[in-house]
């Protein structure tokens, strides 16, 4: 890659939000999760956490996601609960886009605060397990005939709002991942190939340059050629 690459990426990641996430509750169609996807790239959303009874059938479009689906943190779970529960524990405010009592409009949220929003099946909507365990639950205003956005519209609606206040109160104006995040995903997205082999492997990614080289390549290539060697 280019030293141009390399400055875009680090650019994009100056802008990441660790603190704000999504959370798709068995959204199975593949141009709804992926079209959610390209939105949660384009807001700066780092994590995107997927509940589905089968993960094997996760799949995202990449003609609807142009690529966003490597550059998100995907995490996959079989319930939403599970989701829910360790982005509470780490002081996330867990936002159901959901119609019921509870609800309030989706624009009167403060959004600055850490942030996991929530977005239900196409058919179904959110849970009752998903509505239950979220700490709020907002909707969207509609004045037509129709009940409900489709779920990736509905995403980008509420994820672009998400996006204005944290730009006015200055959140994309210094780097926010930890500095281990921001070097980990700097060599993941920077050096895919080698990204894949430690990963293959259970290997430390190693350090690079300001250029995006590695501080150490003869140590890097030996411990290629001796993994190489141990599956021969």
Not at 159 to 165: H, N, P, Y
Request: hydrophobic residues 40%.
């Amino acid at each position: 890659m280019t030293l141009r690459r390399l400055n875009k990426i680090k650019a994009c990641l100056e802008k990441r939000q660790p603190d704000l996430t999504v959370v798709t509750d068995n959204v199975h169609k593949p141009h709804n999760i992926s079209a959610i996807m390209r939105t949660c790239d384009a807001v700066g959303v780092h994590e995107f956490h997927v509940a589905m009874r089968d993960d094997e059938s996760f799949r995202a479009r990449s003609g609807i996601a142009m690529g966003s689906d490597k550059w998100l943190d995907l995490h996959l779970y079989e319930s939403v609960i599970e989701p829910a529960s360790k982005l509470q524990k780490r002081g996330f405010n867990i936002v159901a886009v959901h119609k019921s009592e509870r609800s309030q409009d989706f624009r009167a949220l403060n959004y600055c605060e850490p942030t996991a929003v929530l977005f239900g099946a196409e058919l179904f909507g959110v849970s009752d397990a998903a509505a239950e365990v979220a700490d709020s639950h907002v909707s969207i205003p509609m004045l037509g005939m129709v009940e409900s956005y489709n779920v990736s519209v509905a995403a980008a609606i509420v994820l672009l709002e998400a996006q204005r206040q944290r730009s006015q109160a200055g959140m994309y104006d210094s780097r926010r991942l930890s500095e281990s995040a921001y070097r980990r995903t700097l060599f993941k997205w920077y050096r895919p190939v080698e990204a894949a082999f430690c990963d293959k492997n259970s290997i430390d990614y190693p350090l690079i340059d300001e250029q995006g080289d590695l501080l150490a390549p003869e140590e890097f290539a030996a411990i290629r050629e001796k993994c190489s060697q141990n599956e021969s």
